[in-house]
């Protein structure tokens, strides 16, 4: 409810009537946020337009279209059931910045009550029609008129999510054969074995039906994951090259290059070099990446777990949008997925964490040393990314480099000397 009252307050200019579009995922505990955010925003004086289940980027498509003054996501996006969180977008569509973020906390610790509305100003809430609608043709419009997905078999997992409805929908309206799974949310069964987390059912069910593509979700569908026919997952890097040569072959690509995370394979950085573009990357998360598109010039950006921004349709990412953009690639090449969508050899990568409860491990001097002595190791032919969690108290620990022994040595180093540290602690 706090929320809700600072981020109104942080969003009312002028006298005009202010408005909130809030949307929601399928678990159990948006009911209770839902309830307290529309507290806090109406008792801010602003109108509350509710949005029930939608995907994230639906939410960022009609904070701008409503012409509302902030939009808001109950989510924990990939997370278990037990999980929520709130996301806020601004009035153009993209998600806010740091600093905006913290204006909005600080004024959580402050007694605003004296700034809330007055009792004939308080804000109202009433559910909006047609949601559903309005995404899946904003969705379909992505794609050239003219193109049909008919003669597809595609099998969609919706993650038990906020797309249950709408990505089954606007692929069977683009002319597909639509095997849906995971689409039957509870409450309590969003991302459960299932969605770009877990896609091995969707594997599963894709060599069962004989398809032609697996597309997989997650909870609040801002990002997603391919499997071939074959039954192989194709993660974000693998698209990012698939969607960044398509554009770049067609003139849509801007920038001369595509922005990744430092999380990203160096095989695709190498691969985009190759064709004459530029890999930029940022730091972990998909803000980053759009904050480096918008400062750049860039409309190509995503990152190695399915969050891809396709900044001509959207502000965000959109597991949808980006989906269609690989079917148009094979419906234009008329080849199977498992070939266009193996566009680079990845160089071995591992990824492991480490678990502290407290303190700062990574500024010790003998993990500085690891760091150092490893890097060294690696060499040219090699990266080392080390970097705390943003959601857990886990330090997470990924090298890559061509000689695969190295690249596990290394890691297994630097892990063994964090876990001193912090049993010294």
């Known amino acids: 409810m706090k929320v809700g009252m600072a981020a109104g307050l942080s969003f009312q200019r002028g006298n005009h009537r202010h408005r909130v579009v809030l949307g929601k995922d399928t678990r159990l505990s948006g009911y209770m946020i839902e309830n307290a955010l529309v507290a806090g925003f109406c008792a801010a004086g602003m109108d509350v337009f509710l949005l029930g289940p939608v995907p994230t980027p639906a939410v960022a498509m009609l904070a701008r279209s409503l012409r509302a003054d902030i939009g808001v996501m109950i989510s924990a996006s990939h997370n278990p059931y037990y999980d929520n969180g709130i996301k806020l977008f601004g009035p153009d569509g993209y998600k806010l910045s740091d600093e905006i973020e913290m204006r909005i906390e600080a004024l959580l610790d402050q007694d605003i009550d004296i700034a809330l509305a007055d009792a004939d100003a308080l804000g109202r809430a009433k559910r909006i029609d047609g949601v559903h609608d309005r995404y899946i043709e904003f969705a379909k419009r992505t794609l050239p008129r003219s193109m049909s997905l008919s003669g597809l078999r595609i099998v969609i997992d919706c993650a038990n999510g906020a797309a249950y409805k709408v990505a089954p929908a606007a692929l069977w309206e683009l002319g597909a054969e639509v095997i849906a799974i995971h689409d039957d949310p509870n409450g309590f069964n969003i991302n459960e074995e299932c969605g770009s987390t877990h896609p091995e059912s969707l594997a599963r069910k894709v060599h069962e039906v004989r398809a032609d593509i697996g597309i997989a979700l997650d909870g609040d569908a801002d990002r997603m994951v391919i ?38 394979n160096l ?137 695969p022994k190295l690249v596990e040595t290394v890691v297994d180093d630097i892990i063994g000397v964090i876990s001193e540290v912090r049993t010294a602690a």
């Open 227 to 264: 499997v071939d026919e074959k039954g192989n997952v194709v993660d974000g890097d693998q698209i990012l090259a698939l969607i960044g040569e398509a554009w770049h072959q067609s003139g849509h690509l801007a920038g001369g290059g595509v922005v990744a995370t430092v999380m990203s």
């Open 267 to 403: 095989g695709l950085e190498r691969f985009l070099d190759g064709i004459g573009l530029q890999l930029h990357r940022t730091k972990v998360g998909d803000r980053y990446v759009v904050e480096h598109m918008r400062a750049h010039g860039l409309n190509v950006g995503g990152e190695q777990s399915g969050h891809i921004v396709l900044s001509n349709f959207s502000t965000t990412g959109d597991g949808l949008v980006s989906a269609l953009q690989v079917l148009a690639c094979v419906k234009r090449q008329n080849k199977p997925v498992s070939e266009l969508c193996s566009k680079f050899e990845p160089v071995p990568q591992l990824l492991k964490n480490v678990r502290f409860s407290g303190g700062k491990p990574l500024e010790a001097a003998p993990v500085k040393a690891a760091i150092e002595e490893a890097r060294n190791r690696l060499g040219q032919s090699g990266r080392l990314v080390i970097r705390p969690s943003g959601t857990e108290p886990l330090i997470r620990v990924m090298a890559e480099g061509d000689d």
